[in-house]
């Protein structure tokens, strides 16, 4: 059965630092994967996703993620943090073995210091 | 982009009693979605709105505790009943909005309505 593990519950950086979020999944089958965002008070977004063609996908707001199949693992970085990243962000993966229904991390908490 | 409005955006409810969250979508959508995320934790499907029948439940959720309807390709309701404090959590709405992808659904969510239960 496929899984996803988000391996931070919280990451705190400083402003304008480079920003790492951890994901691991495993999966049985060519998964899709999906980083969403959610800002305090409001919906969940959707940053960006992963199925099957390029493995470095870049989202909105400067996020991107890469596909390591040998690692399982699908990273979100960021380059340079904005006070405005700080939210709550969700690793997410589908594939046949779920019907493509999603499954969801935990989630990690981006805590953004001044 | 497509909508999501969700109503009531949050409210503080009696043990016992029940109520009932609307969910529109500003364009037709095939699929909708309830979830609850429970404070300080991630999501978890509660059932899938079918258009014209009755919802597809997840392991775990119940017809007679979360009723849900969706009359039309746009509109969804979800029931909380006879609520507990175990009830209180975000409740969110979502629909592929953005399509499937390799299978998957690709979600546009509300902003979600924050249930506390006294």
């Known amino acids: 059965a496929q899984s996803v593990t988000q391996l931070d519950s919280h990451v705190s950086v400083s402003e304008g630092t480079p920003v790492l979020l951890r994901c691991n999944y495993s999966?049985?089958?060519?998964?899709?994967l999906f980083w969403y965002v959610q800002h305090p008070n409001k919906g969940l977004q959707l940053l960006l996703k992963?199925?099957?063609?390029a493995t470095l996908v870049k989202g909105i707001n400067g996020f991107e993620a890469e596909f390591k199949k040998s690692e399982t693992s699908f990273h979100l970085t960021k380059p340079s943090a904005h006070m405005s990243d700080a939210a709550e962000y969700f690793c997410?993966?589908?594939?046949?073995?779920?019907?493509?229904?999603?499954?969801w991390g935990a989630g990690t908490k981006l805590i953004i210091k001044p | 982009s497509a909508v999501i409005s969700q109503k009531p955006s949050r409210d503080i409810c009696q043990r016992g009693t029940s109520l009932t969250i609307q969910c529109q979508v500003d364009?037709?959508?095939?699929?909708m979605f309830w979830y609850r995320q429970q404070p300080g934790q991630s999501l978890t499907l509660i059932a899938t709105?079918?258009?014209?029948?009755?919802?597809?439940?997840e392991s775990g959720f119940v017809i007679d505790k979360f009723p849900i309807s969706r009359p039309n390709l746009t509109f969804s309701t979800l029931t909380v009943s006879n609520m507990s404090p175990e009830d209180s959590s975000i409740y969110l709405c979502?629909?592929?909005?953005?399509?499937?992808?390799?299978?998957?659904?690709?979600?546009?969510f509300g902003a979600g309505s924050r249930l506390t239960v006294l």
């Open positions: 979502s629909a592929t909005i953005g399509g499937r992808v390799s299978g998957a659904n690709v979600l546009t």
């Open positions: 364009s037709q959508v095939t699929m």
């Open positions: 709105a079918n258009q014209g029948s009755e919802a597809t439940y």
């Open positions: 999966s049985s089958y060519s998964p899709s």
């Open positions: 992963y199925t099957s063609a």
């Open positions: 997410v993966v589908s594939d046949m073995d779920s019907n493509y229904q999603l499954i």
